[in-house]
């Protein structure tokens, strides 16, 4: 019996896979014979297109969001959370097995498509001569690097998972595998990313600029190389990888501010030498909001999902239940309330000052409460000249035709990181003279980075900002720089991950408990015994998948739901 290939249709052609309890359990749509199938270029661009489709589901974007955010300091519940037993659950640590978040088959029905290019795509080259060499070794990369993502994504939010790069297209295979460590996988993500970069397509024809930023091009592998190596704790390459995404960005605005010669505007330029956006029009904040999450693909984007307004195409639903739509706003979860109140504050807590324009940006007034802004709204005008600053937004988008792009890598991103890396480079443990200077050289590399991000968004004017002289030291340092990506990245999935890499950095959550008990909980005590455990900043496998692999073992963070009894916790 010939084993069938299951193609389905999301928007346009896909692989589709779906599951009733093994992550890889196949279950077709449309069926087409294998062998009649792999045969021109063609077929293999529109299983491409058909993986970018799937990133861009609500089940796989909601999950970016609830992974890489909602355990964190920033989001609690907000409209009907009580519909929502799962999400419920996650705000108060009390997350089992069965929680829908801990189902992972949108993840790896991606990586199980990719695999299945990588493995008929080189005998589809052979078979048509208009698919070249370049061609395929391009779409080898693309591949490489959209698996690499949706494992990152993975082993961050379960540390140990099933690690496989073949498809699972005979009827022979195992599928019940046991977890590759975290460290096993992160590396392998590096090796194959190094070893694929080289080909990626750097620059998309200019009549296809969505293209830039909505594929992953070089500029995009560079920066998840960056965020792979810090995670690994490889700070020099983290640098490296990090300029090599500045330098790109920076030379192609050069470029075109060239063609401006002396026409260009005080808003055109860049800023502290770096090509972002000004958020500052006339006196006016919130022309960098607009273009990067209104209007979006804007210049200092690497890769995000893009969406259309095109009602016959998919939206981007996880923003519109989770932030919020014209019809029910805030959505499903809402901003932290000591996040809200910040600027009540004669010294804020959460920004540096009274005068960031991305805390009016990020949020917005329903009069009795707030909702998360960003995403959820198409623009957002800041008043920064009235006695007290407020903003006017613009029109949140329809329930069911949400076309706000979801951001996965931007540049202050990348800039930040490079930050943090620099930050931990310093050796507190080396006293000599020169050590000394590369000390000061690396905290005020990473301060001037930091500042000038800040400084994007600031509308103070005699005071606020922030001085080099508070942040002396390496740990003064690397609470400013992760202050600051909280508030430059806020909503937009970093934050838990952020917090997860200090822990596993320094070996124990005190500074990430500290953090996310600011927001409160109706069960705190139970939150702080459970993100004691280095495995309770993990999800727990779900049930299912448990179920029917064998080889995969519960993190021992998460009870016996039988007898609520815990096993020994490992070591990181």
């Known amino acids: 019996m010939k084993r069938k290939l299951i193609i389905g249709l999301i928007g346009c052609m896909g692989l589709t896979f779906t599951s009733c309890g093994d992550f890889l359990d196949l279950e077709p749509l449309n069926e087409i014979i294998l062998e009649n199938f792999w045969n021109e270029k063609s077929d293999v661009e529109n299983i491409v297109a058909g993986c970018y489709a799937s990133l861009q589901s609500q089940e796989v974007v909601e999950r970016?969001?609830?992974?890489?955010?909602?355990?964190?300091?920033?989001?609690?519940?907000?409209?009907?959370?009580?519909?929502?037993?799962?999400?419920?659950?996650?705000?108060?640590?009390?997350?089992?097995?069965?929680?829908?978040?801990?189902?992972?088959?949108?993840?790896?029905?991606?990586?199980?498509?990719?695999?299945?290019?990588?493995?008929y795509a080189p005998g589809v080259a052979e078979k048509d001569p208009t698919f070249t060499k370049s061609e395929l070794d391009a779409t080898i990369a693309e591949v490489s690097t959209i698996r690499a993502l949706c494992y990152f994504y993975l082993i961050r939010a379960f540390r140990d998972v099933p690690y496989v790069t073949e498809p699972f297209i005979d009827d022979t295979q195992e599928m019940a595998l046991p977890a590759t460590p975290f460290y096993d996988v992160l590396d392998s993500l590096i090796t194959d990313l190094e070893?694929?970069?080289?080909?990626?397509?750097?620059?998309?024809?200019?009549?296809?600029l969505d293209y830039q930023t909505g594929r992953l091009t070089q500029d995009a592998i560079h920066a998840l190389l960056c965020d792979l190596h810090l995670w690994k704790q490889n700070y020099e390459a983290a640098v490296r990888y990090a300029d090599l995404v500045i330098d790109a960005k920076t030379a192609d605005y050069q470029k075109v501010l060239d063609k401006l010669a002396g026409n260009a505007s005080v808003e055109d330029q860049m800023i502290g030498g770096y090509p972002l956006i000004s958020d500052r029009l006339s006196s006016y904040y919130g022309n960098a909001y607009d273009m990067i999450f209104g209007t979006g693909n804007s210049r200092e984007s690497i890769f995000e999902l893009n969406y259309s307004s095109e009602k016959t195409m998919p939206s981007n639903g996880a923003v519109s239940y989770y932030y919020g739509n014209e019809e029910t706003y805030p959505g499903i979860v809402k901003p932290a309330e000591f996040i809200t109140t910040d600027m009540t504050l004669d010294r804020p807590n959460v920004y540096a000052h009274k005068y960031d324009s991305r805390y009016y940006e990020n949020m917005q007034s329903t009069g009795t409460t707030y909702g998360i802004n960003k995403y959820a709204s198409n623009s957002s005008i800041v008043n920064a000249s009235a006695s007290t600053p407020d903003a006017a937004y613009g029109s949140m988008y329809a329930k069911d035709n949400c076309y706000a792009n979801w951001i996965v890598y931007r540049l202050t991103d990348v800039m930040l990181m490079k930050a943090e890396a620099m930050v931990q480079l310093i050796d507190e443990n080396d006293t000599t003279e020169n050590a000394a200077a590369v000390r000061d050289s690396l905290l005020r590399g990473a301060f001037e980075i930091v500042s000038v991000v800040n400084s994007r968004s600031s509308f103070a004017s005699t005071e606020g900002g922030i001085s080099y002289g508070d942040f002396s030291s390496k740990t003064q340092m690397t609470n400013l720089v992760l202050d600051e990506r909280n508030r430059e990245l806020m909503f937009e999935g970093k934050r838990w991950f952020d917090l997860v890499r200090r822990a596993e950095r320094e070996g124990n959550t005190s500074y990430l408990i500290a953090q996310v008990t600011r927001k409160g909980s109706d069960n705190a005590s139970v939150v702080q015994s459970k993100l004691s455990r280095m495995d309770g900043l993990y999800w727990p496998y779900n049930k299912e998948e448990l179920q029917v692999n064998p080889n995969l073992k519960q993190n021992p963070a998460y009870p016996n739901e039988d007898d609520g009894s815990y096993e020994n916790t490992m070591t990181k």
């Open 64 to 119: 970016m969001m609830a992974w890489g955010e909602f355990r964190s300091d920033n989001i609690i519940g907000g409209t009907n959370i009580s519909g929502n037993e799962s999400l419920e659950n996650v705000f108060k640590e009390n997350i089992k097995s069965d929680n829908t978040f801990t189902n992972w088959d949108p993840f790896y029905s991606i990586i199980n498509t990719c695999n299945t290019v990588l493995h």
């Open 195 to 208: 070893a694929v970069k080289p080909y990626a397509v750097k620059k998309y024809p200019s009549n296809k």
